[in-house]
C-alpha cells in the first residue's frame, strides 16, 4: 500500500496583533484540509497561546527574536522591525532546512504581510511562497499603484486632501482615502513602513501569489484590480462556528465584563471603535471621535489603549452613560 504524504506548509507570521490571528486561523483552516501545518513566530508570541489546550493539529516553532519578554518602551517600531528580519531570516532557514535534513521538506512557506524576506529565505531554499495580505485588497491595490506609476501624482498633491485620484478599476479617491504612510502626517518613526510595502510589492516578482483577507462579494472589482498579480480571497479569517478555531490575544484584557455588556444590548446597535494596536491619537482627535459618539446617541464599545487619555476627556461622564471605554478587548471572544 502507497503511504499518502501530506502536504506540509510552513505558515510564518510578523508578531504583532493584526497579523496572529489572521495566520492562525488561516493555519487553522489548512489543518482541517488535511495538511500538515507548522506555525512559526517569536517566542513572546508562543508564549501568549495555551499549545496544550489549543494546538489542533498544528506544530509551533518559536525563534527567538532579541525581545522574548516583549518590546521595550524603548525600542523603537523600526528597531523591533529590523531585528525580527535580521533574526528571522536565519531562523526560518534553520526551520526549513532542518525539516529536509530529517527527510519531511516543507512543500511551501506562507508568509504575512511585513515580512517581505519570507519569499527570498523560501526561494533560497527552493521553496514555493505566498504572501498572506491582513488587511483589505483595496490597500494592497493602492500601494501597488502608488508604487507603479501614482507616486509622483500622490506625493505633489499630498497636502490637499480632497484631491482625486483615480485608480484602475477602483472607485474614485482622495488624498484623504489614502493609507496615512503616504501623506505628510505620517510620523517621521512609522516613515520606514512604506519602504517595508515597497520591498512586499518587489519580491512579488518572485512568487505573484497573495492571500488576502477578504471575500468576493465584499470586494469583487478590488480583488481582480492587479493583473499582474494572482490574488486569492481567502476571508473573512475571524472566528466561525464551523471551525473549532482559536486566536491570540498579546495585551491582558480589562477587568469590565464587556461581553456581558455587549449581550446585554439589541442586535447590531453597538458602535465600534478601535485604531488597532499600533496607531497612535492626539488628545484632540480622541475628543473629536468622543463628541462624534455622543452626537449618534448610539452604545458603543470604544478600545483606547492609553489610559491617561481617557481622564482627560471633557465629556467623560456623557460617554460613561452612553457607552463602554476599555483599554483593550478579545479579538477572538464572542
Not at 38 to 56: A, E, F, K, L, P
Not at 171 to 190: G, Q
Not at 250 to 257: A, C, K, M, Q, S
Request: charged share 20%; proline share 5%; net charge negative.
Amino acid at each position: 500500500m502507497t503511504n499518502y504524504m501530506k502536504t506540509k506548509i510552513l505558515v510564518v507570521s510578523y508578531p504583532t496583533q493584526g497579523h496572529i490571528n489572521p495566520s492562525l486561523r488561516f493555519a487553522n483552516c489548512l489543518v482541517k484540509l488535511n495538511v500538515d501545518v507548522t506555525y512559526s513566530t517569536s517566542v513572546s508570541v508562543i508564549r501568549h497561546i495555551d499549545i496544550q489546550t489549543n494546538h489542533h493539529g498544528i506544530t509551533f516553532a518559536p525563534f527567538s527574536d532579541g525581545y522574548d519578554d516583549g518590546i521595550q518602551p524603548t525600542t523603537t517600531g523600526q528597531q523591533f522591525y529590523s531585528d525580527f528580519s535580521t533574526k528571522g531570516v536565519s531562523a526560518i532557514a534553520e526551520i526549513i532546512k532542518s525539516a529536509a535534513a530529517a527527510g519531511q521538506p516543507f512543500d511551501h512557506l506562507v508568509y504575512t504581510t511585513a515580512m517581505p524576506w519570507g519569499a527570498k529565505v523560501a526561494n533560497d531554499h527552493n521553496l514555493e511562497s505566498t504572501l498572506l495580505w491582513s488587511q483589505a485588497a483595496i490597500v494592497l491595490d493602492i500601494y501597488y499603484y502608488y508604487f507603479n506609476g501614482y507616486q509622483d501624482l500622490i506625493s505633489c498633491n499630498n497636502n490637499n486632501p480632497t484631491f482625486s485620484i483615480n485608480l484602475p478599476r477602483l472607485p474614485s479617491l482622495s488624498i484623504a482615502d489614502l493609507p496615512s504612510f503616504m501623506l505628510p502626517s505620517c510620523l517621521k518613526e512609522h516613515k520606514f513602513i512604506l519602504e517595508s510595502v515597497k520591498d512586499h510589492l518587489d519580491v512579488l516578482k518572485i512568487s505573484s501569489r497573495i492571500l488576502v483577507n477578504t471575500f468576493d462579494e465584499l470586494e469583487v472589482e478590488a480583488i481582480k484590480s492587479i493583473e499582474k498579480l494572482v490574488v486569492f480571497p481567502v476571508g473573512p479569517l475571524v472566528p466561525s462556528e464551523f471551525y473549532n478555531s482559536f486566536g491570540c490575544d498579546l495585551f491582558e484584557n480589562p477587568v469590565e465584563d464587556y461581553i456581558r455588556w455587549l449581550n446585554a444590548k439589541p442586535k447590531s446597535s453597538v458602535v465600534y471603535v478601535s485604531f488597532g494596536s499600533l496607531a497612535t491619537l492626539s488628545i484632540d482627535q480622541v475628543e473629536e471621535i468622543a463628541s462624534g459618539l455622543v452626537e449618534s446617541g448610539r452604545p458603543f464599545l470604544w478600545v483606547i489603549r492609553d489610559g491617561g487619555q481617557v481622564g482627560k476627556l471633557s465629556k467623560i461622564e456623557e460617554l460613561k452613560k452612553q457607552g463602554m471605554i476599555v483599554s483593550w478587548c478579545s479579538q477572538v471572544e464572542y
